[in-house]
């Protein structure tokens, strides 16, 4: 199956389809070192260059987030969980979304289990593109938190310090 997919690099975006086969997006970008981009658009953030190729390869590692469609899983496997606002920081780009506990677990537990692209539900993903702030609205953005700046629970009090990912374990 062929899932429209957005890749956020640190100075470009890269549109296109990736190839995901019978799993789900979040699984497939667990288990990839490469993503496949076929019918790729890649847009610079700053000069707003913009280059369309057949296909492109960029390896996981260097997405800073990526977001895409395709099946949830499945309806047999699913847990019960609780969507948890949280915000990330990761290079140019800020992401607010909810990541998904097991009804007591913490954010932190399941942002480590996670692996290295976190996948946020109901997420929005803001940064400059061309000097204008574009605010895109997605159901799922995966954040890679390797490479966050950080990251935090929504409900942290305005002004108030933004905590590291050992932070979060802390105080959850």
Same mark, same amino acid.
């Given at each position: 199956?062929?899932?429209?997919?957005?890749?956020?690099?640190?100075?470009?975006?890269?549109?296109?389809?990736?190839?995901?086969?019978?799993?789900?997006?979040?699984?497939?970008?667990?288990?990839?070192?490469?993503? $496949?981009?076929?019918?790729?658009?890649?847009?610079?953030?700053?000069?707003?260059?913009?280059?369309?190729?057949?296909?492109?390869?960029?390896?996981?590692?260097?997405?800073?987030?990526?977001?895409?469609?395709?099946?949830? @899983?499945?309806?047999?496997?699913?847990?019960?969980?609780?969507?948890?606002?949280?915000?990330?920081?990761?290079?140019?780009?800020?992401?607010?979304?909810?990541?998904?506990?097991?009804?007591?677990?913490?954010?932190?537990?399941? $942002?480590?289990?996670?692996?290295?692209?976190?996948?946020?539900?109901?997420?929005?993903?803001?940064? $400059?593109?061309?000097?204008?702030?574009?605010?895109?609205?997605?159901?799922?953005?995966? $954040?890679?938190?390797?490479?966050?700046?950080?990251?935090?629970?929504?409900?942290?009090?305005?002004? @108030?310090?933004?905590?590291?990912?050992?932070?979060?374990?802390?105080?959850?």
């Amino acid at each position: 199956m062929d899932i429209d997919f957005t890749g956020y690099g640190v100075d470009f975006i890269v549109a296109g389809r990736v190839e995901l086969g019978r799993g789900r997006l979040t699984d497939a970008l667990a288990a990839w070192d490469e993503i $496949v981009i076929h019918d790729a658009v890649l847009e610079g953030l700053h000069d707003l260059a913009r280059v369309t190729v057949p296909e492109y390869v960029v390896p996981r590692d260097e997405l800073l987030a990526a977001a895409g469609s395709g099946p949830r @899983g499945e309806l047999a496997l699913r847990v019960p969980t609780t969507g948890r606002r949280m915000q990330a920081c990761v290079g140019p780009y800020q992401v607010l979304g909810r990541v998904h506990t097991h009804r007591d677990g913490s954010i932190a537990a399941r $942002v480590l289990e996670a692996g290295p692209l976190v996948p946020l539900t109901d997420a929005t993903i803001a940064y $400059v593109i061309g000097g204008v702030l574009e605010v895109r609205d997605a159901p799922l953005v995966h $954040v890679n938190r390797e490479l966050a700046t950080w990251l935090r629970p929504a409900a942290a009090p305005a002004g @108030g310090r933004a905590a590291t990912l050992g932070r979060i374990a802390g105080a959850l």
